[in-house]
């Protein structure tokens, strides 16, 4: 390798390496790894973008993201205590918890950018660290707070990252701009929080990818992107694909995830897919009888009981359900009304005290 080509590498490297730092740029320091891999270097000592990889083999697998007992240390901060759960082909799975719970740790040590302390992380079967470039060629990832460089338009950004990624469809890609309304001709430096956000979904958005890692992607948007958003999720859910969603709007996560990993400090405290986790905790319940219905009061997985004007209002412990009903049909049911917590309610039930 001659004198002049090294320079190239260095260059190139360092100043991509600079806009990543300290300017940022939407994929953070995972492009640099994706920039590394897919460059060539011909006798000119120019710079080429690989046009074409390997033919990417099919995901036959069932379990995508396997994280069992992850730990991670920063000092003598314990930033993950014990992380696990699966994300399965064609399934979304919520990943919720406050800012500092270890949500973008967990996400940083999928991506191969910091390597676990403790634990198996696998994508693919794949260890995350050891297999990273390798892993990356088949997801597509978007974070809460997209960067990109501000002299590029946003077309031009999109078409950048749809090369680095080993191309993508044309058509999707402008189906999804004008699905985002986006202005692909504007400069990204005239773009609002919500603009940038729209091209990194779009370009997330356009290759095919088998797992998508989404950390808080419609963050910025309006409701009705983010009902845009959750239309095509759905259809990459359906086409297979398997989703990691972080995201703090709970009703985003309640609608599209079929299973829900709550973590707390640095743990995972609960998962499952809603239903099970509804079962763990209470419903609210309205009931309206002929007699007296105070005597629910007394029942044991009864809480909470308000009466007022003839109508009881309760929380009542699942397991305890098949009782109050068998007591309450005593009592002359007239009105009876059942409401299953909501995944906020879950979800403050590890946080509430």
């Known amino acids: 390798m001659t004198v002049e080509i090294k320079k190239n590498i260095i260059g190139a490297v360092k100043e991509l390496w600079f806009e990543t730092k300290y300017k940022g740029v939407f994929y953070e320091r995972y492009v640099l790894y994706w920039f590394i891999k897919k460059v060539r270097f011909v006798q000119t000592g120019k710079l080429v973008i690989k046009s074409c990889q390997k033919k990417r083999e099919l995901c036959t697998m069932t379990e995508i993201v396997k ?11 314990q930033a993950l205590k014990d992380v696990s759960f699966t994300v399965n082909a064609g399934e979304v799975v919520g990943f919720i918890g406050p800012n500092g719970a270890g949500k973008s740790t967990t ?6 950018i910091i390597n676990r302390d403790e634990g198996d992380v696998q994508i693919f079967g794949k260890d995350v660290w050891k297999d990273s470039l390798e892993i990356h060629k088949r997801i597509s990832y978007v974070p809460g707070d997209v960067a990109l460089w501000g002299s590029l338009t946003g077309g031009e950004i999109i078409d950048l990252f749809i090369k680095l990624h080993g191309g993508g469809s044309k058509a999707k890609r402008d189906y999804l701009i004008k699905r985002f309304e986006l202005d692909p001709k504007k400069k990204a430096k005239g773009y609002s929080k919500g603009n940038r956000q ?3 979904l779009i370009a997330a ?19 009705l992107m983010e009902a845009v958003f959750q239309e095509e999720v759905e259809k990459i859910k359906n086409d297979g694909k398997a989703i990691l969603l972080s995201s703090h ?3 985003e996560v309640e609608r599209l995830a079929d299973k829900v990993a709550i973590i707390r400090r640095g743990e995972v405290v609960e998962t499952g897919t809603l239903d099970e986790l509804r079962h763990l905790t209470r419903s609210t319940v309205t009931l309206v009888t002929k007699g007296d219905i105070e005597k629910l ?3 044991s997985g009864v809480h909470d ?13 699942n397991e305890a359900m098949n009782t109050i009903l068998t007591e309450a049909t005593k009592l002359g049911v007239i009105k009876i009304e059942s409401v299953p917590p909501t995944l906020e309610d879950l979800f403050m039930r590890h946080y509430e005290g």
């Open 107 to 112: 996400i940083r040590t999928l991506l191969g």
């Open 305 to 317: 009981f308000v009466q007022k004007d003839g109508k009881a209002t309760f929380s009542a412990d």
């Open 297 to 299: 009061a007394t029942l």
């Open 205 to 223: 958005l356009s290759v095919e990818s088998d797992l998508y890692i989404l950390d808080e992607p419609t963050s910025g948007l309006d409701p």
């Open 67 to 77: 994280v069992q007992g992850l730990q991670k240390k920063f000092g003598k901060f």
């Open 198 to 200: 729209k091209v990194g």
């Open 249 to 251: 709007i709970l009703s």
